[in-house]
């Protein structure tokens, strides 16, 4: 009973313990009450259908509970899912934590918070350096665990922060090579620039976007943070240190209708753009590609304008 | 010596006291120097080459200074222009306010300011009036003397306040037919929307973007000013009455490719943007009409897509 | 039984009577034929599927009949649905006019009426007030009934003449506070620019588009009107006052886009344009946060381009 | 003294007569009058300045007039013009005819008229015969005489017919090709759709927009014009065959961001549409061309997105 | 036994032979093993759904195979299906020929053929007739059976040459209008235009993408087989004719965004690419009205913007 | 004598030798004839005008030669000039090679091509390995001397190996940190992906664009030298590595509207064409920051959506 839902193959028995990411009731076209389920453990997601609901099964089957799933894995219109015989709540004894079940980035939290110190202790501006550190101080936690995103890329607990370190390290190696960019500002960005999702999303598991996420957005949320910082650190708002720092994160999106209020007028803005795309980017392929068989095409992918992607055939 | 730039005829003497907007030096494609003088007063803007320009001249007609102006009036590609006989600083007993010298709202400050203070009463809502109220009494003089502009709407001494207030009228009245409308949420958000130039301008004397305005823009500086204000007032960011009136103002633009970091999502947003573009489009066709012969068509208005306007017969 | 359908709660046993909206006859995929009908009351609408419907079912439950529909109160795919038990005519002593189970513009045709009446006294250059009268003279009556339009705002009974008069209430406001408008011209352009849409719909139930709305567009088809009674009442076409009223009309979307011919170049025609905007996406606001509970967003808006509406808390 | 305005070399001493089409008086930067002239003969235009302009040059010298023109041609900022030595009215015995002096169509007027009259009768339904001919015999001098522009293509004396008249070639070509097209629907079609223009424009000599074609545009004239025939022949306008004719002149331009209210909703409309844009296209390149060496890219065409054409070698 | 699978009425009982197209094993909501069908033969296609499929059944009726077909015929979604009692694969005897069961163009293979040769001749050019020529001997069977696209326009056996040989007509006839057309240089444009989608698709029968079309496409692909030829027949490819033909083909797109990596920068290029629009949209408007009755809508063509055509009542 | 162009101040007097890149004879308004002159060395160019110029300077003072030039250094509009007193080609013991006076990329031709001879090594696929290093044996020569492009970026000599050179250490570096991408199948894409530009462009002097280059384009070009290397290297066009070869070099301009004919469809393609613009972008930011004083802004960069990049204060 140790195999991941991912491991299963087409018409085998599954019994395995999963985590109820979400649950829907709803009505056949005849009128009978269902649960349709999303399960979930560290390999991914399986939908299946509870027919024929109780309703004590619609109290207790609830999202973020672990349960006992048994079954038999089949698809449905291409999708793998599960031919639900028998759904329960854990017991005494078996699995009662969610993070267990949940997509984590592959990298560990504490090797995440070990590179992102060694990441501030490059940015050697005292101005950006305490701005940072004080605001790593305030989030360090939800940073590490938090997913860069509700959907597309970096969907996962410790998406945040395997993201913005990416993309630092993108920003140490390129800085390296074109001399005239400012290493330090680049850093800075980097590890900055999405920290405003820990108020735009409500957390991990079964990722919703809170009301400020919604009416204000993680980009001017971001910029608030540091305004508060900066305000308590008794920085000038005016000086340009500060004006840039802001600049840098306000401009990430790069184009106006992708978000952002202003668009890059530093050489560091716009790098720093390039460099998120090109993570999101790489990530999003690698992800969609881990589920295509050589010398296939990958589903579509929604943050790359609905492209296929192609998987060569030696490539495994 | 009474006339104003704009009442002067074609061909006509000019003798006339005059503020210089702009000044650049230059040299003719035959190398002489000269310099391309912006003459104003507050009937309008007047350009003019001063030829063969000397270094005194070149160091003392510089943006700001008011000037006895004495030439011709002309017409280059059909925009007027003077043909300088002679052009010197002003002296003792002559004009030397450049106040007096600048096209200003049409209404008085002092009336303007009431308005203001009658809009601020109708917010009864505690948290939204006393943020507006500690921003207003931080901005009151900066906000009734910007412009609401550097080109396009509003450009002239005053604007910024015209325009805000025009827009709490509309919001009033129109707040008055759709009962649906929250009246004091809307008010607010006209007052505040534009309140961010007072940082991204210059000032109301030859206008350019500050740093801050040209690398964050006005609407995260005044997204900036409401935090901090709400920090100092010691109000909660997270709760709703904060997020929306933040949200307001920060939709205004309407669109992400127009710079406002969200899309309006509350009916008073979108209102409140609808009623900005209106207020808007309004002073640009006024503007534009104003200068143009009935009957005929005004020239193109870059702010709205460069369309051409006709002036109607019999409205004068 | 005088419970609206929008009245009942989920499981709650229905018992009304309905309009049919629409009635499509299906197949099951396994064969079976079905009714999908849309039952409806001045409440709103309710669907459901009337399963192995026999053929004298097929052959009277048509769009238009009224039916006494039973059945309990539901939802698919988070729709409110209904499933049927039991559903006949109405017979004798029971509902049969159309007309009561239809939404209706939430003020009265006699209202309207004398509403229309008063704006049309305040044109008073002759031209185009023997216009407007000549077209109100003929098309009083379908003005008053028909909605609209088929989907998006104001598509309910009267929705024609609600959304025309809430326009020329704004235009009169707007006008006085913009004295440099044509308030007459503004009015005018209200109460006739959308008259093309009684023959470009077929009118109030079951509404579809006319061949002549599908291949002319309303656009075109109040310019034909508004030429055929100038034709009649001996006005010159190529006169100012002739060009500018059928401009004015023309122009009303505003952007080539959407349908109209030429772009507004009049003050008057912009303004129009963009208060019909204003009405039209107050109204679609309104009509999706009346659904909508308060602290949540309401459905995507078509119309809006799909954005979601926050309801504020206290605002019911 | 019979040589035209295009067959004199660079440098050579210009004695022709020829028309004066645009004159515009301006200043040099120096504040010295002088006249912009565009000359004109039917082999193209010239430009020249006339220097230190008397009054009675400027009074004398306008549009529409003829005049004995002499100096050098040369070429400025890589186009043509003429150094004027000197240049008059014409007097007695020598040329008086503006007509002598324009492009015209290739073809004769009668010629044209013939082919039209051939057209008209290929058109048997009796609505559309009818229509057509009552419009043509309003109409059929200004249809022979006017541009189909005043840019772009067919910007020629004649120019409208010439266009109109290759379309309907096109469309019996074409209908030959494919039995499914209705052939006298396209011809039909074709030679009324741009008949609007004979309103919309003031002429063949310095065209301009009239009112009605700045603010109604030649496709709602048209329309107009179609309507008022229809209404005097005592048509139905609600008929298939009026709607339908009505659509395919209304449709062609194609999309609805070209002015057209509705976009081609019959195969004839979509069509003609083509075939519209097709004969402009080529007229377009043809003009260009002609005036491009072999081996060479001609200037950029404006009508086609400003794409240069280049001119095959041995096509000359 | 003999008639057609488009000849059976609603709810006719259906016995005819038919090939298959496509089949997908399925499984229902409620976890039943399901093939889904897609029937067809010379007068269409015709889905439906085998239920409870069995082992062997899922192992032979695949697609190409060709079998008999016994059930009723109904809809589903206002789209035919047949309802199946029975199907199973034709045995000795009973027909064994896909190509007999799909649709064809609507000329015979050796008519084109002869067409095809005759246009060849008329290409006098040596360079571009030896290209032609060369590629015709290695393609001829390809061309004359391929589709000219997976959807859209021309989707039938033999689509490409029909499709070809429509525009060598068109461009034929044109030239004869606009002498000032290379007749040759448009006719081997309209043969070769389109002729890589003989290795861009996978052939007539269940048409797919290959590796080659997904990735290279069928612009790059003909592009690579002029280059081949020119290079062994040992024709210089820096000459203008090679490059201009070679322009002609790839430019045929009209658009970058359409996937010619070149605008139309040649008269003929620009023609030829309008030509391709104008028989591909005559052919899917033609497909489409096909099946629509008189007087009614088409369902909306994907291929020229969803637009709906309408069916001019006499016109059957 | 020793001194270059940019190194002149204002009004400072010059006496050095020059390469003339462009030179256009024009006349004044005036008619009289004058050589506008583009003056360059290896710190960049400098434009001015030879007044009154005489027949024999029109015919010795041409794109390529290196002349002798004195004057005085001024500005117009903005822009730096030269007032030339005298001009004259230079005599035997001056210098005469236009290679001395061109703008080089900042690393020397011998150590380009040691570093793509390492990047040639890291190719171990032999079909890739052997296609790269028989183009390179082809064109080694013209690689390491031709610009990257007319204008935009790295427009000098070596512009175009110093670019590629770029993309492929990029490569090299992101590759290692994402395990997941080809190395080598990026890097033979960086290498190869604008080589076709040899063919585009007429050289490093006076660039043009070739015929071949006007109609074909860059990315057709490199398509064409690779079909051809592959097939007489006798390898497969059909096998995967040449596809796939192909396409990361056909899809690298990302987007069908910047002129691939496919988008990428591969990881390495995708990544390919984000790092190209990473450079391009870098390259032309570093350009314009290079002649921009700290603490303003440069001019607008066409390149990059005309935006303007500030230059922090700091950063000299």
């Known amino acids: 009973m140790t195999k991941l839902l991912a491991e299963y193959q087409d018409n085998e028995h599954i019994d395995s313990f999963a985590l109820i990411k979400t649950a829907e009731v709803r009505l056949t076209k005849t009128g009978k009450t269902y649960i349709s389920i999303l399960f979930s453990d560290r390999s991914g997601d399986l939908p299946g259908n509870l027919w024929d609901a109780e309703d004590n099964q619609i109290k207790t089957l609830v999202p973020g509970k672990i349960v006992r799933l048994q079954g038999v894995k089949g698809s449905y219109r291409d999708q793998p899912q599960v031919q639900i015989t028998q759904v329960r709540l854990t017991e005494a004894g078996e699995p009662d934590s969610p993070s267990d079940f949940m997509v984590h980035a592959p990298v560990k939290e504490s090797e995440m918070n070990e590179e992102l110190n060694d990441f ?26 938090y997913p860069a995103a509700k959907f597309n890329h970096h969907n996962f607990s410790g998406g945040l922060a395997f993201h913005s370190l990416s993309i630092a390290k993108l920003a140490k190696n390129i800085s390296n ?41 993680h980009i001017a949320l971001v910029d608030e943070q540091i305004v508060l910082a900066a305000n ?35 050489m560091e803005a716009e790098v720093l753009h390039q460099l998120d795309e090109l993570d999101a980017g790489i990530q999003m392929m690698t992800s969609a590609l881990d589920k295509t068989d050589s010398g296939t095409f990958s589903d579509k992918i929604f943050g790359l304008d609905n492209r ?8 495994d």
Chains 1, 2, 3, 4, 5, 6 share one sequence.
Request: aromatic share 10%; net charge neutral; proline share 4%.
């Open 177 to 217: 090579q074109y001399a005239q960019l400012n290493q330090e500002l680049l850093i800075a960005g980097a590890l900055l620039h999405d920290l405003g999702k820990v108020i735009e999303l409500s957390g991990p598991i079964a990722t919703q976007y809170t009301l400020a996420g919604s009416l204000i957005g």
């Open 308 to 315: 296929k992607f192609y998987k060569i055939t030696d490539q």
């Open 120 to 145: 501030v202790l490059l940015i050697t501006n005292p101005t950006w350096n305490r701005v940072v550190r004080k605001l790593f101080s305030q989030y360090n936690d939800l940073f590490l665990r």
């Open 232 to 266: 308590e650190l008794h920085f000038d708002l005016q000086s340009e240190e500060m004006i840039i720092l802001r600049h840098v994160v306000l401009a990430h999106h790069g184009l106006l209708e992708y978000g952002s209020p202003v668009r890059p007028a530093l």
